[in-house]
């Protein structure tokens, strides 16, 4: 019982993170390249702290979205290894659908890349 509490938790916060990775991607590119479009100006004086910072973020997410996905797929290969390609397309579609949802579609979500 403890294991599938585990699971699940592990299952809703790999959907979270998947959800959530195309604004974090927005976000961190921003602060990294030292341009961000939400202050509406070059981070000229702040840009090595905005940088630091965006490292720092990349770094947090991996220690947060990471150990959930391995947990899952790992979980998921011990029980039916044919079942694995479902949490893969799962995440898979969550980033899809955040992309049309926060964004609008491919074309908005990669304009916020090019600066």
């Not at 390249?33 to 973020?57: Q, V």
């Not at 990349?58 to 029980?79: D, M, N, Q, R, Y």
């Not at 949490?87 to 955040?98: E, H, K, N, Q, R």
Request: net charge positive.
């Amino acid at each position: 019982m403890k294991e599938k509490i585990i699971y699940t938790l592990h299952f809703i916060w790999m959907c979270v993170t998947a959800f959530t990775l195309p604004l974090c991607a927005v976000w961190i590119h921003g602060n990294i390249s030292g341009y961000a479009k939400w202050f509406g100006h070059e981070l000229i004086g702040e840009k090595k702290l905005f940088t630091l910072l965006g490292y720092f973020e990349v770094v947090l997410w991996f220690l947060l979205a990471f150990p959930s996905i391995f947990h899952v797929i790992g979980e998921t290969w011990k029980k039916k290894p044919v079942f694995v390609l479902i949490p893969v397309l799962l995440y898979a579609g969550l980033i899809t659908l955040s992309i049309s949802f926060f964004f609008g579609g491919m074309d908005e979500f990669r304009n916020c890349f090019l600066t």
